[in-house]
């Protein structure tokens, strides 16, 4: 069903790009920097039944290096095709204060116990720039994103984890301030909620352009939201610090 459904809603964007002028633009937008750590990361597995543990408060985590990558191909100046690559595993380690049911597998108190929070997102992306002016950029679009998350928890003698692979639709927006030359302030991101769930990927900072090939940009990300189902209930926060690599063609 979702095959068929990215297929129906990609296929006429696909269409109106061959349709339109050659003029075209390549982009690689290569990202780093660090997870500065999660806000919250609550979860609760099976949703009934389970226990309600928040891994950010009861266990501990270090800041970690990220990497993500996103091609794109700017057509007739105003409409954008983009595919992103975006791993992500967050680490914990402690001792929780209470017995936890994760997964229907009991895992006992102060224990030492690690917990993996793996969130990798693949997406692509159609915006079309309603404003493409001199200082001004601003578009929007949709984001058809394929959501592989697993949480797995181990302690000794002990493991459970929980894949959760699934289609994501998702708003696409953009907004570029170039007030000189060289420097614009950028706000980018995609999110959408619904009953059950939601999902929030946001970047705010700035690039530098040193030649119309290359600009730096660096800022502040924020990945926020999860699912409450009858499965499952997820939610986290998680907070970096980005530094990125701008090419152009």
Do not use: C
């Amino acid at each position: 069903m979702n095959r068929i459904f990215l297929s129906r809603a990609i296929a006429p964007v696909l269409l109106l790009l061959f349709a339109l002028p050659l003029r075209a633009q390549f982009r690689i937008d290569a990202e780093s920097g660090l997870v500065l750590g999660t806000a919250y990361t609550d979860v609760r597995i099976p949703n009934q039944g389970g226990t309600l543990v928040d891994l950010a408060e009861q266990l501990s985590t270090e800041p970690k290096v990220f990497y993500r990558v996103r091609l794109g191909y700017t057509i007739a100046n105003r409409h954008t095709i983009s595919a992103l690559y975006a791993p992500l595993t967050v680490r914990y380690e402690g001792q929780f204060n209470q017995n936890i049911n994760y997964n229907n597998v009991l895992f006992p108190a102060n224990q030492p116990t690690t917990a993996y929070y793996k969130f990798n997102s693949y997406r692509l992306t159609y915006r079309y720039d309603f404003v493409a002016s001199e200082h001004w950029r601003v578009g929007a679009g949709f984001t058809a994103k394929i959501r592989d998350a697993n949480t797995r928890f181990e302690t000794e003698g002990r493991q459970s984890d929980y894949d959760n692979v699934g289609f994501v639709p998702l708003l696409n927006f953009y907004a570029a301030y170039t007030p000189g030359e060289r420097l614009t302030v950028l706000l980018e991101g995609d999110a959408l909620g619904a009953k059950q769930g939601r999902a929030e990927d946001i970047f705010l900072g700035a690039a530098y352009k040193f030649s119309p090939a290359l600009s730096l940009k660096a800022g502040y990300r924020v990945v926020e939201g999860g699912a409450d189902t009858e499965e499952i209930y997820t939610f986290t926060w998680i907070n970096y610090a980005s530094v990125g690599v701008l090419l152009t063609f």
